[in-house]
């Protein structure tokens, strides 16, 4: 049995008629290029055509859905702070807004007055109640009023 001597080369000393360079092309460029175009073709055919019966499905359920309640479209406005979705319709911007309500949210909180006079229900700074709660604790006795009852 021979030995495996590996494979025969194609050099000047075994094929002097070998062409010198580089191979021009193995695949010719047209059949590759009408390829591509079906598939492009194919893919545009389809999404159109998914697009079409989209539109006729929900052209169907849109005639198929029952009216929008009376209930429904007589909702009230929500509360603020809303949405602002252009200058026109709301004079201030978002930013503006906001620090508007935190100034009120601040004054609120540092402002004593009555909740309810008749019941003696105040509402104190939140410092002042913030020490008073300090000051209960160190006394030893209840941080919250009403939690037991």
């Known amino acids: 049995m021979a030995e495996y001597q590996g494979e025969p080369q194609t050099t000047d000393a075994h094929v002097p008629d070998a062409p010198r360079g580089h ?9 590759l290029l009408q390829s591509a175009g079906i598939l492009v073709a194919l893919a545009v ?3 159109v055509a998914m697009w079409l019966v989209m539109r ?9 859905d029952p009216p929008p309640s009376p209930v429904a479209e007589a909702r009230p406005a929500p ?17 503006e807004d906001v620090l508007a309500m935190r100034a009120a949210d601040r004054e609120r909180l ?4 009555w909740v309810d006079r008749q019941h003696g229900i105040a ?26 009852q």
Request: hydrophobic residues 25%; without cysteine.
């Open 23 to 31: 191979e021009q092309s193995d695949v010719t460029l047209r059949p």
């Open 79 to 95: 509360p603020e702070p809303r949405l602002q979705p252009t200058i026109q319709a709301h004079p201030t911007l978002p930013r």
């Open 123 to 148: 509402r104190i700074p939140i410092e002042r109640a913030i020490e008073q709660m300090v000051e209960e604790s160190q006394r030893g006795g209840p941080t919250t009023r009403g939690a037991n």
């Open 110 to 113: 540092n402002k004593p007055e």
């Open 45 to 47: 055919f389809a999404h």
């Open 56 to 64: 006729t499905f929900e052209r169907d359920e849109r005639r198929d």
